[in-house]
Every structure is written in structure tokens, then in C-alpha cells.
């Protein structure tokens, strides 16, 4: 997600916000996974969304089809939805960018147990 009114053509770091939370996570130098079409999830959700799924299966909203921001498919498993907006994230692409920020030598990131 682009911060509302920044330059497409000049697209800064801190244009850049992660769906899900809307903080502006590559100005901030947080761990973030990007995904299709410029979506971005940070660590700060990527560790909510994980917990969550492993913790609190009513956080995952298995009512709805719909379609995950970060692989643009749809999920019939139920997408992770952070309070702040509609963004999801599904089960796949969690494990997914879970597996690359823990295997980053960039970030001191780790999965929730």
C-alpha cells in the first residue's frame, strides 16, 4: 500500500506502508515481506498473524471468501486480518514470508512458538 497523495512516479521509502498495519515499515527499517503488486506485510503483523493462527483461530475469518493481498488468490482456509483495515493475509503466504524473514541474515526476526 502507497501512502495517499505520494508521487507514483517517485515513490520514497517511507511512501510505502505495510497493508495490514499502515505504518510506513521500509522508512522505519522493519523486517517486511513484499508481495504482489507492491503489497507489504511487516514483522510486527507477520508475528500477529502467525499467533494468531496458531493461538486464536477466531482472529482468522473463515466466514468469507476472499483474497489474500500478498498472492492475490483466494482463500476458502480463512484470511488473518489485522483490526486497523480489511487487508489478509492467508495460512500460505504466512508460512511463507515467515520462512523468509527467519532465514534472513538482514533481520533478528523469528517465528512465534
Known sequence: MHRPGC???DVQPQDVLCDFCGRAAWAEDI???EGHRGSLICGDCLELACASS???SDQTDNAIVSLCVLCLQESDGGLWRHEFNEAGICKRC???AAGVLSKSKDWNWNRPA
Do not use: E, G, I
Open 54 to 56: 496458531v493461538y486464536d
Open 7 to 9: 508521487n507514483p512516479d
Open 94 to 96: 504466512m508460512k511463507q
Open 31 to 33: 523486517p517486511c515481506v
